[in-house]
């Protein structure tokens, strides 16, 4: 299970909090394209953000103009993000939010679903929470297409310790299970030095995650990490990893 699964279980939050931060530089090309997409319907009610994490895109909802609310189920991120912004945020899990049908003009959703045990049943929230026509946007990563270039086994899906490692490309199926209506998908790759790998994926620890899970051998495993090692030493290290928004609304 990934540390952002019980943020406040963790031994220190603080470094989590910090990932956040150098995320929200990192992905900030896409955090602004889905904030301009809810500000240009000017919506007449608050658009939720699920998951608020640390508080960077409520804050940056808001200086668009748009009204926000924020929910995360850790209390550690709430207080954080309360202390970032000036947005109401709630403690509150997705897969019972606090809140009457249609109060909002839509939702952003960024890699949250790939951590809850029961993604459809917060897509149900969703979709009674936001009114008709409402937009949704969600941003997630498919760790199935994670791909070291030039790797012996360049394949490392096994290396995510999610919940729901494929859910950036599964999505678009869900979403039309859960009733909403898809109009747009746009996939992202991400390019990683060996440093930003190593860091983005807690590598060591999730090794051993998955040694532990069974998804890898130890033995295997180490000969890989090594195999990246001297790679990296010699310049040729580069991970390619596909993350993709979905834009849906709520029928009419």
Known sequence: MSDFADVDATADPRTLIAYLDMSAVASGRMKHYVAAAHALRRPTKPVLDLGCGAGHDVDLLRSLGVSAVGTDVSSVMIETAAARTHVPVVRAAG??????????????????????????????????????????????????????????????????????????????????DIGFAVVDRVEERSWWSFEHFERITNLERSVDRAVAAGKINETDARRWIAEQRERAAEGLFRAELSKVLWVAKKPT
């Open 95 to 176: 897969e019972h939010l606090p809140f009457r049908g249609d109060a909002f003009s839509g939702c952003r959703i960024e890699r949250v679903l790939m951590h809850v045990r029961t993604p459809e049943t917060v897509l149900g929230e969703v979709l009674r929470c936001v009114e008709r026509d409402g937009l949704v946007t969600i941003f997630e990563p498919d760790w199935t297409s994670l791909y070291i270039e030039g790797a012996s086994e360049p394949w490392a899906g096994w290396l995510s310790n999610v919940e729901h490692p494929a859910i950036g490309r599964e999505l678009g199926t869900l979403l039309d």
